[in-house]
Nanobody, 121 residues
Framework: QVQLVESGGGLVQAGGSLRLSCAAS????????MGWYRQAPGKQRELVAS???????TYADSVKGRFTISRDNGKKTVDLQMNSLKPEDTAIYLC???????????????WGQGTQVTVSS
């Protein structure tokens, strides 16, 4: 029943902005690190941005200065604000989280299904 569900993807013109959201649900005791990955056709999945429970962030060099990751620990959500989008940003964006679960009590890693971001020139 534990899920990560992404939303906010779509089609935008180069230079535009999108805000992606990822919501975690289920019997979750605690969410540790959360991150956004992306995968374009013919390319390997890459880390776009990550954020720890304390708020420390990491960004891929290609998105530094353009993307901002944030989280709401109370709502169990993580967002990715994407500005100055480029055609090279076109990909499926996936949410990932390390969390502590009940039944049984354990640490687990989950992926969302992904949301498509398409940037036209």
């Amino acid at each position: 029943q534990v899920q990560l569900v992404e939303s906010g993807g779509g089609l935008v013109q180069a230079g535009g902005s999108l805000r992606l959201s990822c919501a975690a649900s289920g019997s979750i005791l605690q969410i540790n690190a959360m991150g956004w990955y992306r995968q374009a056709p013919g390319k390997q999945r890459e880390l776009v941005a990550s954020i720890t429970s304390a708020g420390s962030t990491t960004y891929a060099d290609s998105v530094k200065g353009r993307f901002t990751i944030s989280r709401d620990n109370g709502k169990k959500t993580v967002d990715l604000q994407m500005n100055s989008l480029k055609p090279e940003d076109t990909a499926i964006y996936l949410c990932n989280a390390d969390m502590i679960l009940f039944t049984p009590l354990r640490t687990a890693n989950y992926w969302g299904q992904g949301t498509q971001v398409t940037v036209s020139s």
